[in-house]
């Protein structure tokens, strides 16, 4: 039994294999609304939870790659690794974080550990719109044909780029789930607004199993009007999509990131409260992919949109 609910077991003729790793994609169309923040708060959360954790870091900036002190060695980056993907296996990319190293510390005797796939900017050759199904494939195939190294993980998570190009699309059809970040703002409400619909058109023509597993409200100003009203307007949007509670902009996590630490293994209040706010959002992250079928979002007529 996976300590983070399982995708569902029953496939239709013709549908993809199920991954043996319960895997969720980290997705916003917008830059610079805190998704890999997200990512990595996850990352913590469930590392501090005793989970066994993969970041597959699909942005070609990298930037959790960096966050999670990846000692690479070795092994090759994701970039490579879908370049070869009938060649290569899943482990011949994998690294272990220092974040693993420092849970043992804590946690004498802990199964839980947090591997990477590398991230690099070799993997933007595929991010393109215009890939077939075949190259979409590359990364479910990997998870897949080595099922026994796949389910040594509880959980996948995928920090995807800030577009919805081929990387994206390579994510979304090795998910299980799929996770929106936003923050209260104008612009970007109304790229989740346009994700959500993206991701029901995907839905439909590529992977009919596929969940969204929430929307994440990020970086949140509490003093700020605009901000308040705008995440008044997200709880209507979104209503029992928008995962709790909403995550607070917090300078604390820039630190933290800057010293390449998991937020639950730095000290101080701040990155106490924000560990916490990560902790609640995986227990929600896990209440929305756990079901038998996809949770979508409303038809396209009937959604209410911010543009009006």
């Known amino acids: 039994m996976r300590a983070v609910g399982a995708p569902p077991a029953h496939r239709r003729r013709g549908e993809k294999a199920e991954s043996p790793v319960h895997v969720v994609s980290i997705t916003s169309l917008k830059g610079g609304v805190g998704k890999t923040t997200v990512t990595l708060g996850l990352a913590s959360a469930a590392l501090h939870a005793g989970l066994r954790v993969l970041v597959i870091d699909l942005d070609p900036h990298a930037d959790a790659t960096t966050a999670l002190a ?3 060695g070795r092994c090759i980056d994701v ?3 879908l370049r070869n993907a009938r060649r290569q296996r899943l482990t011949d990319a994998v690294a272990a974080s220092a ?3 420092e849970q043992r510390a804590r946690v004498p005797g802990t199964t839980a550990r947090l591997d990477v796939v590398p ?3 070799y993997s933007g050759i595929f991010d393109r719109p215009d890939l077939g199904r075949r190259d979409l494939q590359r990364l479910h195939r990997l998870l897949t044909r080595d099922p026994e190294a796949a389910a040594s993980y509880d959980l996948a998570l995928i920090d995807c780029p800030p577009s919805l190009n081929g990387l994206t699309r390579i994510a979304w059809t090795a998910s299980s789930g799929v996770l929106l970040v936003a923050e209260p703002a104008l612009f970007s409400v109304a790229g989740t607004e346009r994700t959500l ?3 029901d058109l995907f839905r439909r023509e590529y992977a009919p199993g596929l969940r969204t597993a929430g929307v994440v409200a990020n970086r949140v100003r ?6 308040v009203f705008r995440l008044r307007e997200m709880e209507r949007m979104f209503t029992s999509l928008l995962l709790r509670p909403a995550l607070v902009d917090r300078p604390v996590l820039a630190q933290i990131q800057g010293a390449a630490h998991a937020v639950h293994h730095w000290p101080g209040a701040d990155a106490g409260r924000a560990a916490r706010d990560f902790d609640a959002i995986l227990a929600g992250l896990r209440g929305h992919t756990e079901g038998s079928g996809p949770a979508e979002f409303a038809d396209a007529a009937t959604v209410p949109s911010v543009l009006v």
């Open 70 to 72: 990846v000692r690479r």
């Open 79 to 81: 970039g490579h690794l």
């Open 99 to 101: 974040w693993s190293r």
């Open 119 to 121: 991230g690099s900017a």
């Open 197 to 199: 619909r993206a991701l």
């Open 222 to 227: 509490q003093d700020s009007p605009e901000q």
